[in-house]
């Protein structure tokens, strides 16, 4: 199975991760996203977003991330990652759909307007929406605090496909302009989940490549 990636893009860090926990190989084309790789018409006719990650397997292909993880974990039929049981499948699925409406969409806005933009030069900080963004955080991290306040994990006592997502941005949770001090048991969540070999992995070898083709690709 080939993946479509670019260096240090967390949302494909997060189908990585999976393929690492899973023992999955698979074959990844780097694109440069500064060079604009993901707008050329032959990565198009693949994802008509112009996004990463895309999962091709054989003729099929695949984008959304959180889809490419349920297919991979499927795949390989694991039990454990994304379980068959109907309730803790759903229970996934719904960590899932909420990190990326609500918890990741507030995160990853954050980190893109107040850490991505200024180092990268991709254009001025929206400062009215990072107060709203930083709200809504507000608002999420308290639920998941709650969640967690009696679990290691999301979903039962294992590491699932929910919790790679969950913890997408991590890179950036110091960076961005956050409280963070008063969701202890998101903290703790973090440290534990972002020490996991599976995700360390995928980060850069070389982070001054985030977003370019690295040169031993
Ligand atoms: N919901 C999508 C989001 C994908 C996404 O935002 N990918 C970023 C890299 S992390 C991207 O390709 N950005 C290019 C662009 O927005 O033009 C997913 O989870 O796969």
Redesign the pocket.
């Known amino acids: 199975m080939k993946l479509h990636s670019?260096v240090g893009?967390?949302?494909?860090r997060?189908v990585e991760a999976v393929a690492n926990h899973l023992g999955q190989k698979l074959d990844i084309e780097y694109h440069d996203?500064f060079a604009g790789d993901?707008?050329k018409p032959e990565y198009l006719a693949l994802n008509a977003?112009?996004?990463?990650?895309l999962l091709a397997d054989g003729a099929f292909t695949l984008?959304?991330?959180?889809a490419?993880t349920q297919y991979l974990a499927d795949k390989a039929g694991s039990d454990t990652l994304f379980p068959r049981d109907p309730q803790r499948r759903a229970d996934v699925v719904r960590w899932q759909c909420w990190e990326?409406s609500h918890f990741n969409k507030a995160f990853g806005t954050l980190a893109w307007e107040t850490v991505a933009k200024p180092t990268f030069n991709l254009g001025p900080t929206n400062h009215a929406l990072v107060e709203i963004m930083r709200d809504n955080l507000k608002r999420f991290a308290a639920v998941l605090d709650r969640h967690l306040a009696d679990r290691d994990y999301l979903v039962g006592n294992g590491i699932t496909i929910a919790d790679y997502s969950m913890i997408t941005p991590e890179k950036f949770k110091e960076a961005i302009p956050f409280d963070w001090a008063p969701f202890a048991n998101v903290n703790a969540y973090f440290e534990r989940m972002r020490k996991v070999e599976h995700w360390t992995r995928t980060a850069p070898a070389n982070p001054a490549e985030t977003g370019r083709k690295p040169k031993a690709a």
């Open positions: 670019v893009s967390p949302n494909c997060r996203f993901l707008r977003n112009g996004m990463v990650p984008w959304e991330s959180n490419i990326l």
